[in-house]
T-cell receptor
Framework: EDQVTQSPEALRLQEGESSSLNCSYT??????LFWYRQDPGKGPEFLFT???AGEEKEKERLKATLTKKESFLHITAPKPEDSATYLC????????FGKGTRLHILP | SAVISQKPSRDICQRGTSLTIQCQVD?????MFWYRQQPGQSLTLIAT?????????ESGFVIDKFPISRPNLTFSTLTVSNMSPEDSSIYLC????????????FGPGTRLTVL
């Protein structure tokens, strides 16, 4: 069965404290891996797409990387406005979402 | 990216009634999707709605419970029928980006509470 697991479930960081969020997947026939940001009461906002192992994408303080079994979302020197739930999703025909990591950045 | 709106943004409904959720996109898109996001759970795909054909439902979801319309390339509706408290959830529509890279963009969601 295709599965997507995100860890940790929740993460609290001090402003400026860098860290990484993990997305591990067990799927057959990965066509793409997506990262989204979701703020409370809003729909997910697209961040990145990764297609093959070794690929990296960057946007401001965020960098996403991909291996054959997992993806990391690295956040460098985060600010309070980076607080949100970060969702990972894989496409194998349809798109399967993980449960997300709730990130809270303390000022 | 497409701009997607949903109506209503939230509603509180009585058990046994039905609610129709509207999704409007600012550009023509081929594929539209409906998802459910229950508290503490991941987004789950309900169905794919293509214009001009019947919606394709995922395992565990049936047309009698979640009828979908797709009358044109910018609009779709999802009806939650004969509601029970277990249907309380956020319902989201999404569209696939043009260009063939499979990225999806989401609407703001409809928060449904069933009493």
């Amino acid at each position: 069965e295709d599965q997507v697991t995100q860890s940790p479930e929740a993460l609290r960081l001090q402003e400026g404290e860098s860290s990484s969020l993990n997305c591990s997947y067990t799927v057959s026939g990965l066509r793409g891996l997506f990262w989204y940001r979701q703020d409370p009461g809003k729909g997910p906002e697209f961040l990145f797409t990764l297609y093959s192992a070794g690929e990296e994408k960057e946007k401001e303080r965020l960098k996403a990387t991909l291996t054959k079994k997992e993806s990391f979302l690295h956040i460098t020197a985060p600010k309070p406005e980076d607080s949100a739930t970060y969702l990972c999703a894989v496409q194998v025909g349809k798109i399967i979402f993980g449960k997300g990591t709730r990130l809270h950045i303390l000022p | 990216s497409a701009v997607i709106s949903q109506k209503p943004s939230r509603d509180i409904c009585q058990r046994g009634t039905s609610l129709t959720i509207q999704c409007q996109v600012d550009s023509q898109v081929t594929m539209m999707f409906w998802y459910r996001q229950q508290p503490g759970q991941s987004l789950t795909l309900i169905a794919t709605a293509n214009q001009g054909s019947e919606a394709t439902y995922e395992s565990g979801f049936v047309i009698d419970k979640f009828p979908i319309s797709r009358p044109n390339l910018t609009f779709s509706t999802l009806t939650v029928s004969n509601m029970s408290p277990e249907d309380s959830s956020i319902y989201l529509c999404s569209v696939e980006a043009s260009g063939g890279n499979n990225e999806q963009f989401f609407g703001p969601g409809t928060r449904l509470t069933v009493l």
